[in-house]
């Protein structure tokens, strides 16, 4: 479950940080062209971002780390979407190059390149979590068999003292039908045929 938990996770991560470059791509799109059609992606993808990031921090719940990353992740991306409405803003109202000018500040691209950063972070703490988990399924799974190996020895032994005791039984049994049938066929007080063993 733990591991299933974690892919989860790094799953909702991924999908958070291709949301947000959905909605840079179609920023770039619309201030290249002017073309309304660019902005569907860009305010679909906008709508997601929160709801991704909220999603990905209730699955973060008792994980610090992880959830410290994405806390920090929240106003890098607020940051980052108020870059993209103000570029799109600025192209309706003053056009490209005003646009232009904003873009040239590189205030987009840190925030792009720090949100990348703390994802690639989320990504090394699931992964090495996942490895964890992994070493202690496997641990789990070579305790089962050496206890299974146990059992099956135990087992063995078991039978191998069943099958004994069933062939004293027998071999009991066998020597007492005998003993019966020489005491039916022989004299008790001399041990010599008796007239029955004749007759036989």
Do not use: C
Request: net charge positive.
């Amino acid at each position: 479950q733990e591991t299933d938990r974690l892919r989860d996770l790094d799953h909702a991560v991924t999908t958070l940080y291709l949301a947000i470059r959905t909605a840079e791509s179609g920023q770039r799109g619309y201030l290249l062209t002017g073309r309304d059609s660019y902005l569907r992606p860009y305010r679909a993808a906008r709508d997601e971002v929160t709801r991704l990031l909220d999603d990905a921090r209730s699955r973060a719940a008792g994980d610090a780390a992880t959830a410290a990353a994405l806390d920090a992740m929240r106003p890098r991306l607020d940051a980052k979407l108020a870059e993209l409405a103000e570029t799109i803003d600025v192209r309706k109202r003053e056009g490209l190059d005003a646009a232009l000018r904003i873009l040239l500040t590189d205030r987009g691209a840190t925030e792009m390149r720090a949100i990348r950063e703390l994802s690639e972070q989320i990504h090394r703490i699931l992964a090495a979590r996942g490895a964890a988990a992994q070493a202690q399924v496997r641990e789990h799974y070579v305790d089962a068999i050496r206890s299974l190996y146990v059992v099956a020895g135990l087992a063995l032994v078991m039978l191998a003292l069943i099958y004994k005791a069933i062939a004293w039984e027998i071999d009991q049994r066998r020597l007492l039908s005998e003993r019966v049938r020489r005491e039916a066929d022989h004299d008790e007080l001399t041990r010599l045929p008796n007239r029955r063993f004749f007759v036989q």
